[in-house]
């Protein structure tokens, strides 16, 4: 950001001499900064700890909601191929990769600078240095690497990142995004996502609850929330099942969830969708 400001005030918690800071950890060259404010008092806050489960209940979703977003979950998991490089986005999307299958590679991104996310760290692992583009606390692989903002766009925008995977308030049946706010209400910013679904080459998945609270279809014909991108869904993951999306022929069942019907899918959807002619259970990952 500072690199395309009139003005930048650094905060700092020390001030050396020059010299002192060797020229190869020099972040921000002077050229940049134009004040410098040093504090009498910091404190590193964790603003979302994040931690992971116990190992004995990690799998252990007992309550009707935990069990639903559980089946979504395992069945995001089965997007990540090896190789791939991802970027998560936060709640249901975040907590698949927790389930990616052992003996692959996936190489998650996150818009802040970290490329070679880990699990979620156990309470001695915590580090409020460490954290994701959605301020909860992570870990790194070996291997893993930091770097700029604009680096990480830039790999985002260069069509590097092969799978997107994020929330949403609203998918239309044309794959049009609406996922960063709802008019009224506070919002901290839109973050990565319209980067993220405009990228070229990279697949677009949205994970969701089917219905909003209220029982409102959050699978519309037209987005009424501001939208995050057009045309750029190309696949909706929800408990009650899998639609592919085309930008000329609109959505397609084409997995159903166990106890679910084709009829309750329909009262449940706010548009018209196609049936697959190979319409198959809806898939999970192996626990």
């Avoid at 973050?191 to 679904?197: R, T, Y």
Wanted: glycine share 10%; aromatic share 4%.
């Amino acid at each position: 950001m500072c690199k395309a400001a009139k003005i930048t005030i650094a905060e700092v918690e020390e001030i050396v001499d020059v010299g002192q800071i060797q020229p190869d950890d020099v972040h921000v060259p002077n050229i940049f900064v134009h004040r410098v404010v040093k504090g009498a008092k910091y404190e590193k806050r964790i603003e979302k700890l994040t931690i992971a489960k116990d190992k004995d209940t990690k799998h252990k979703a007992t309550s009707p909601s935990a069990l639903l977003r559980e089946r979504i979950i395992r069945r995001a998991a089965l997007e990540f191929t090896d190789g791939m490089y991802a970027n998560l986005g936060i709640g249901i999307p975040m907590l698949a990769s927790s389930y990616i299958p052992k003996g692959i590679t996936v190489h998650l991104h996150s818009e802040n600078g970290i490329l070679g996310l880990g699990p979620l760290p156990v309470e001695a692992e915590v580090d409020p240095d460490l954290i994701n583009a959605g301020k909860e606390t992570v870990t790194v692989l070996a291997g893993a690497s930091y770097f700029s903002s604009d680096d990480s766009f830039a790999m985002i925008r260069g069509g590097h990142i092969d799978l997107t995977m994020l929330g949403a308030m609203e998918v239309s049946q044309q794959g049009d995004l609406a996922n960063w706010m709802i008019p009224g209400k506070v919002v901290k910013g839109m973050g990565g996502a319209m980067d993220l679904v405009s990228a070229l080459d990279t697949k677009v998945v949205v994970t969701m609850e089917h219905t909003a609270k209220g029982g409102a279809p959050k699978i519309v014909e037209t987005c009424s929330l501001p939208l995050t991108g057009r045309n750029c869904v190309d696949k909706i993951i929800t408990e009650k099942g899998v639609f592919e999306v085309d930008v000329e022929d609109g959505l397609t069942l084409v997995e159903l969830a166990e106890g679910v019907t084709i009829e309750d899918v329909i009262n449940t959807t706010g548009c018209q969708f196609q049936i697959s002619s190979e319409l198959k259970p809806m898939g999970q990952i192996e626990t």
